[in-house]
């Protein structure tokens, strides 16, 4: 440990003292493991399918019954993508070298294939988010990662093709508006902000949720595209250093 | 069994921030906190556990069969999202550290260069 790090921790401790103690404190105050009882928990479990018609109540919750707090953290991602942009992205040509890091042949067909796959895996999870485990946070990811494998397996100027910034950026906007558009809408058809206007549609299928599973697919579209910019800026700012430092 | 989840949760908050203090490099501090924020995912998710109950999908199942608590689990959610965008904005931050003065360790940068 050279003398700053020990400085640092001399510094560090009275804090860490204070925030240990606090979280013992509210740990020993846990519910038992397995015992915990949640009014609101319980409550859901039993009235979300029958009022909303979706049997992935977790998904219910947030996209409806917390649908407004879903929003906030939507623009939280939104924020966060535009603040790395600002930090990254200037004036720059896009790199024309760095190809090819893949030299197996088998790897680059068998990952090609692969980007099949969880592309649909991605579509999958989000389509199906309000029947079983998934949805549009969790599709969007595996949509953002199937297409960054285009680069892993084939280089850069077939990624090039999807890892542009004027592709991606109406996408992330086109997404992150959506889902206030949607809660304008039921606002002007004289309900509240958000409000499911298509009805609870039919328990257990695709077409269950109405309104949400539009949300869901505004979500999907804002985090795939978020996910993208943020893959773009990175590998960007790595593979052409050269133009930037000046 | 009780004790057991509510150390795994300690321990992991405890050692992210061990690693922040002694942290040489701003990548390794960015995961740190990532390590940290990793333990808000633990107790939430045991938070909400039910002994012999299920997830809280009631596709195929029937209607009040015991299932976990949904509240927590979409909070974890919420919780990885910010998780995402805080070290994705710290490791652009760590980008521009590294432009603007050629090092990434914390205590190469705290002076000024003007």
Same mark, same amino acid.
């Given at each position: 440990?050279?003398?700053?790090?020990?400085?640092?921790?001399?510094?560090?401790?009275?804090?860490?003292?204070?925030?240990?103690?606090?979280?013992? =404190?509210?740990?020993?105050?846990?519910?038992?493991?397995?015992?915990?009882?949640?009014?609101?928990?319980?409550?859901?479990?039993? @009235?979300? +399918?029958?009022?909303?018609?979706?049997?992935?109540? +977790?998904?219910?919750?947030?996209?409806?019954?917390?649908?407004?707090?879903?929003?906030?953290?939507? &623009? @939280?991602?939104?924020?966060?993508?535009?603040?790395?942009?600002?930090?990254?992205?200037?004036?720059?040509?896009?790199?024309?070298?760095?190809?090819?890091?893949?030299?197996?042949?088998?790897?680059?067909?068998?990952?090609?294939?692969?980007?099949?796959?969880?592309?649909?895996?991605?579509? =999958?999870?989000?389509? &199906?988010?309000? +029947?079983?485990?998934?949805?549009?946070?969790?599709?969007?990811?595996?949509?953002?990662?199937? @297409?960054?494998?285009?680069?892993? *397996?084939?280089?850069?100027?077939? =990624?090039?093709?999807?890892?542009?910034?004027?592709?991606?950026?109406?996408?992330?906007?086109?997404?992150?508006?959506?889902? *206030?558009?949607?809660?304008?809408?039921?606002?002007?058809?004289?309900?509240?902000?958000?409000?499911?206007?298509?009805?609870?549609?039919?328990?257990?299928?695709?077409?269950?949720?109405?309104?949400?599973?539009?949300?869901?697919?505004?979500?999907?579209?804002?985090?795939?595209?978020?996910?993208? +910019?943020?893959?773009?800026?990175?590998?960007?700012?790595?593979? *052409?250093?050269?133009?930037?430092?000046? | 069994? !009780?004790?057991?989840? #509510?150390?795994?949760?300690?321990?992991?908050?405890?050692?992210?921030? #061990?690693?922040?203090?002694?942290?040489?490099?701003?990548?390794?501090?960015?995961?740190?906190?990532?390590?940290?924020?990793?333990? !808000? #995912?633990?107790?939430?998710?045991?938070? %909400? #556990?039910?002994?012999?109950?299920?997830?809280?999908?009631?596709?195929?199942?029937?209607?009040?069969?015991?299932?976990?608590?949904?509240?927590?689990?979409?909070? !974890?959610?919420?919780? $990885? $999202?910010?998780?995402? !965008?805080?070290?994705?904005?710290?490791?652009?931050?760590?980008?521009?550290?590294?432009?603007?003065? %050629?090092?990434?360790?914390?205590?190469?940068?705290?002076?000024?260069?003007?």
């Amino acid at each position: 440990m050279s003398p700053r790090q020990r400085l640092r921790g001399w510094i560090a401790a009275p804090v860490v003292a204070l925030l240990g103690g606090i979280l013992l =404190w509210g740990l020993s105050g846990a519910p038992a493991f397995g015992e915990f009882h949640g009014a609101y928990g319980d409550l859901l479990n039993r @009235i979300a +399918v029958p009022q909303r018609h979706t049997t992935n109540v +977790v998904t219910a919750i947030v996209f409806d019954y917390r649908g407004f707090d879903t929003m906030g953290e939507e &623009f @939280i991602l939104f924020a966060s993508v535009v603040g790395v942009v600002l930090l990254l992205r200037d004036i720059r040509e896009p790199a024309g070298g760095q190809d090819d890091p893949v030299a197996s042949d088998a790897i680059r067909l068998f990952g090609i294939l692969m980007v099949g796959v969880i592309l649909v895996f991605g579509l =999958w999870l989000a389509a &199906f988010g309000l +029947v079983t485990p998934g949805g549009g946070f969790q599709g969007g990811v595996a949509v953002a990662g199937g @297409i960054v494998l285009v680069f892993l *397996v084939a280089g850069y100027r077939p =990624w090039r093709t999807f890892g542009r910034e004027t592709l991606l950026d109406p996408f992330e906007g086109l997404g992150a508006a959506s889902y *206030v558009a949607l809660g304008l809408a039921a606002l002007i058809a004289g309900a509240p902000f958000l409000h499911n206007l298509l009805g609870p549609g039919t328990t257990g299928t695709l077409l269950s949720g109405g309104s949400m599973s539009l949300l869901n697919w505004a979500v999907a579209v804002e985090v795939a595209a978020a996910n993208l +910019v943020l893959y773009t800026e990175f590998l960007e700012s790595y593979l *052409v250093p050269h133009l930037r430092t000046s | 069994m !009780t004790i057991l989840v #509510y150390a795994v949760v300690a321990w992991v908050f405890a050692i992210g921030i #061990y690693g922040a203090i002694i942290s040489r490099n701003l990548i390794h501090l960015a995961l740190c906190l990532t390590v940290t924020q990793s333990s !808000t #995912y633990i107790l939430l998710l045991a938070l %909400g #556990y039910k002994h012999g109950a299920r997830a809280p999908i009631f596709k195929d199942v029937k209607l009040g069969t015991a299932a976990v608590d949904p509240v927590v689990q979409s909070l !974890t959610l919420t919780d $990885v $999202v910010v998780s995402v !965008t805080v070290i994705a904005l710290v490791l652009a931050l760590a980008l521009d550290v590294h432009r603007q003065s %050629g090092s990434i360790d914390p205590d190469d940068i705290n002076t000024l260069n003007g």
